[in-house]
Each structure stands twice: as C-alpha cells, then as structure tokens.
C-alpha cells in the first residue's frame, strides 16, 4: 500500500495569512488529488494535480486561492492563500495505487 | 455530471444487528469505479473496496458485503452482525475511469452509522 505523509498535521492560522500543505508519498505517482472536508462535511476534490502540468481545478476552487505545485513524481503543496474562517477544514492529499485511492490523514486548519 | 446519493445521514442499530447503507448515484459515464470508505471517529479514511461498472458481481470479506445493481445505479453496502467497532461515517464515492485508473471522487454527503452495546 501507498504511505502518505502530510505536514502540517495541524495548525491555527490568523486571517488572511496563507499556509503551505505538504504530501509525501513513498512510491511513485502519476496523479495526486487534493481534497477539503469541512466541519461534519463530506470530502470535494479542490484538484488534481499531475507531476510537469498546472493542476486541474474542479468547479468553485481557483488556482489563486489553491495554488498547487507538483515538482516530481513523489511529492506536492497546495497552498491556502488569504485564508478566512471559512478555510477551517481538514486538507486531504490522496494517490492511487494497487486498485485503491490512498488518502493521508490530513491536516486540520483552523482559522481565526 | 456526476452525484452520489446516501440518504442515510445517521443510522442506529443494537449490536449485532445486520445493517444495510444505501448508495445511489448518477454519471453520464460508460465506464467508472465505485468506492467505499470508512472515516471512524479518530478522522482517517479507510478503504473498504473499490468496483469496476463492468464487475456487477456482488462481493463479499467478512462480515461486509456490496450489492452492485447497475439497472439500478445503486452500491449497497451491508455489515452483518454489527459491532461496536463498526461505528463511523461511511462514504460512497464515484469516479470515472481516467485510462490510468480512477480519476478524483465525487463522495456522497456519508452515513454516521452507530452500533449501541
């Protein structure tokens, strides 16, 4: 199975600020997706990012608010820029591999 | 476009009572997988079983079992003799098949499933 490690676990922002979401996976891998929970909420995929191309947004989420990097073929950001309270989810990085999705454990962002 | 449809949003049952959690979905799609995952209370996604739209056999691992019906667009999901332990939310997910394997999912809303002592 794909090990995801995803930093920060958690943190609490001040409005405004911008965080930086890393995801490491210990395989190779064509496509990483990115997903938000909110609160009691269910998982949206933000994007999908392939390694040497911009990402790919899904409706409702911009690359000037979501910015994603995929430098090579094991790792990725996404980036929550000017956040507000409404930012305050878990982020999800996910992978596929050996017929299943892989989802690391998240990072928890709250926002005051 | 695609939906998925739990409209379970929270079930209670005795333990070791069987339970069914139902799944529904719409995709304009040919082709496309089925997910389940479970999230328990400590908040990581777990992956039950993955289905091909091809595959309409139903599977069965323990005490879980799926009942694909595609005449009906519904993935069901069953746990027999239920336990403590079986307590979580659980999603049903659709994704289209990319070529290279599943794409981004699209989740149902999820069912907080309760197993009481």
């Known amino acids: 199975s794909a090990v995801i490690s995803q930093k920060p676990s958690r943190d609490i922002c001040q409005r405004g600020t911008s965080l930086t979401i890393q995801c490491q996976v210990d395989?190779?891998?064509?496509?990483m997706f990115w997903y938000r929970q909110q609160p009691g909420q269910s998982l949206t995929l933000i994007a999908t990012?392939?390694?040497?191309?911009?990402?790919?947004?899904e409706s409702g989420f911009v690359i000037d608010k979501f910015p994603i990097s995929r430098p090579n073929l094991t790792f990725s950001t996404l980036t929550v820029s000017n956040m507000s309270p409404e930012d305050s989810s878990i982020y999800l990085c996910?992978?596929?591999?050996?017929?299943?999705?892989?989802f690391g454990e998240g990072s928890r962002l709250t926002v005051l | 476009a695609q939906k998925v449809t739990q409209a379970q949003t929270e079930i209670s049952v005795v333990e070791k009572e069987d339970v069914t959690l139902d799944c529904v979905y719409e995709?304009?799609?040919?082709?496309?997988?089925l997910f389940w995952y479970k999230q328990p209370p400590s908040g990581e996604l777990v992956f039950l079983i993955r289905?091909?739209?091809?595959?309409?056999q139903n599977e069965i691992s323990g005490r879980y079992s799926w009942n694909f019906q595609k005449s009906t667009s519904s993935f069901n999901f069953t746990i027999t003799a239920s336990q403590v332990v079986d307590s979580a939310v659980y999603f049903c997910?659709?994704?289209?098949?990319?070529?290279?394997?599943?794409?981004?999912?699209?989740f149902g809303k999820g069912t907080h499933l309760i197993i009481q002592p």
């Open positions: 395989s190779q891998v064509t496509m």
């Open positions: 995709t304009r799609d040919t082709t496309y997988y």
């Open positions: 997910a659709l994704s289209p098949y990319s070529g290279g394997g599943a794409d981004g999912l699209t």
């Open positions: 996910s992978v596929e591999g050996y017929g299943e999705l892989f």
């Open positions: 990012a392939n390694q040497g191309s911009e990402a790919t947004y």
């Open positions: 289905r091909n739209s091809f595959d309409e």
